[in-house]
């Protein structure tokens, strides 16, 4: 299927359907002005060009109308977060009613928690993957804590059997059949940071549900490159940022879903703030709380128009090109990345992410045995910006949308050199 040479990459690139998009983005360069291969849009997406453009419309609606923007801007302020929701909703497989984007992620995962997390005595015990990130374990501390019960007892750590690097759905089966009725929330980071390992969100959560639990995701280094059709699979909630494969830039906002089963509940315990109020009293300002029946009653406050205008611009790239098709070039340059570094046949590098397209993202993780973090700075020396996880992962990232089978092929000739 695959042929280790510049002539075969080149006509991959050549038939790519989605190769005029690169020109969209801007490509990082190196000291000379020339192209980096820039594998790290598992950390930080590339700009789209037309981001810019975006936010001088905003810039100029300010300028220009001042408080009327909020309703007369060429993108009205009030409702501007409704514009993303349709485009969102796409990517991540919701009803647009179920996904809002607002405040960052750390901060969703804790809005979520409140509502989601309700422990009593007998049911407290939260699940997460061993590897999880570390802003989603310190959060689910600190909300075990504030609950008034103790981490070491309320947080189960589903984790890779010895010599091994995945973890087993097997083994998440044998965990909660051992906890039972103890367990109140399965909250996974999908898919996990580390690893680059996809965990069956379908499954996961009737699993969960079955067991009388909750169940939540964190999509950050799953959404944009994966589809984890959330409304159909189920989930009770997820959440998310978008400066990684959705390249809305550093630091930008978080997303949220909330599945439709949970809109009216009006009972259900939440943070609360002024624009998550019922749209037609909003502005009343002395009427009782009365949320949105929507995934928007979980909003605290009006939205970031400047950051919101990046993720504009990054969401109508998405629209234009369909995730199925972003998800068919993802799956093709990953399985020429494998197939690559397999052909070195070294023995000090592996790929510990699963072989299987199925069960990764865009991500490739190499490990490299007997090793520091040196083989990773040569390779950034060598014009390739990858990332370097403790304690021996280099994580690489070809996103459909802007990398091509020859950055994959130049990649690979670079760390073979190196080695």
């Known amino acids: ?13 050549e038939q790519d359907q989605l ?5 969209r983005f801007y490509i990082p360069l190196d000291k000379q002005d020339n192209e980096l291969i820039y594998m790290c849009g598992n950390s930080l997406g590339c700009q789209p060009k037309a981001v810019s453009h975006y936010i001088e419309q905003e810039l100029n609606d300010w300028a220009n109308l001042g408080v009327e923007g909020h ?21 991540v497989g919701a009803k647009p009613s179920e996904v809002v984007i607002m405040n960052t992620l750390t901060t969703n995962l ?9 422990p009593t005595p007998e049911r407290h015990k939260i699940i997460i993957e061993s590897d999880a990130f570390p802003s989603d374990k310190y959060a689910m501390e600190s909300q075990i804590r504030q609950r008034g019960f103790n981490p070491d007892d309320s947080l189960i750590l589903w984790q ?4 091994e690097d995945l973890c087993r759905y097997e083994d998440l089966e044998a965990i909660v059949q051992e906890h039972g009725d103890s367990i109140a929330l399965l909250l996974i980071g999908n898919t996990n ?3 680059g390992q996809f965990y069956p969100i379908k499954k996961i959560t009737e699993l969960g549900h079955k067991n009388g639990s909750k169940v939540g995701f964190d999509l950050a280094h799953g959404v944009g490159n994966i589809m984890p059709e959330l409304h159909e699979n189920g989930p009770d909630f997820a959440v998310w940022c978008t400066y990684k494969y959705l390249n ?3 630091g930008s906002l978080g997303g949220c879903f909330v599945h439709e089963r949970h809109h009216t509940n009006k009972n259900i315990q939440r943070f609360t703030g002024w624009w998550g109020q019922n749209k037609d009293t909003r502005f009343n300002m002395r009427k009782g709380f009365d949320p949105i029946p929507t995934a928007e009653g979980w909003q605290l406050s009006n939205p970031p128009i400047l950051s919101m205008a990046a993720v504009k611009a990054s969401l109508d790239i998405f629209a234009e090109a369909g995730m199925k098709n972003i998800k068919a070039k993802s799956e093709k340059l990953t399985g020429y990345l494998e197939f690559l570094v397999n052909d070195l046949n070294n023995e000090d590098i592996a790929i510990i992410t699963p072989n299987d397209p199925t069960q990764r993202g865009c991500q490739l993780s190499i490990q490299v045995k007997n090793a520091d973090k040196a083989l990773h700075t040569k390779l950034t020396e060598a014009g390739v910006i990858s990332d370097w996880r403790e304690p021996d992962v280099i994580r690489v990232a070809p996103a459909p949308l802007y990398n ?3 950055d994959v092929f130049e990649m690979v000739e670079r760390l073979k050199k190196i080695l």
Not at 19 to 23: A, G, I
Not at 76 to 85: C, D, F, I, V
Not at 110 to 116: K, P
């Open 1 to 13: 299927m695959y042929q280790n040479n510049l002539a075969f990459a080149k006509a991959q690139d």
């Open 19 to 23: 190769k005029s998009y690169r020109e």
């Open 71 to 91: 309703f007369d801007a060429q993108n009205p302020w009030m409702p501007y977060h409704e514009q993303l929701a349709v485009p969102m909703a796409a990517v």
């Open 110 to 118: 804790h809005l979520m928690m409140v509502s989601f997390y309700n």
């Open 160 to 163: 890779p059997r010895e010599g």
């Open 193 to 195: 940071y580390y690893s």
């Open 248 to 250: 809305s830039g550093p």
């Open 404 to 406: 091509t089978f020859e």
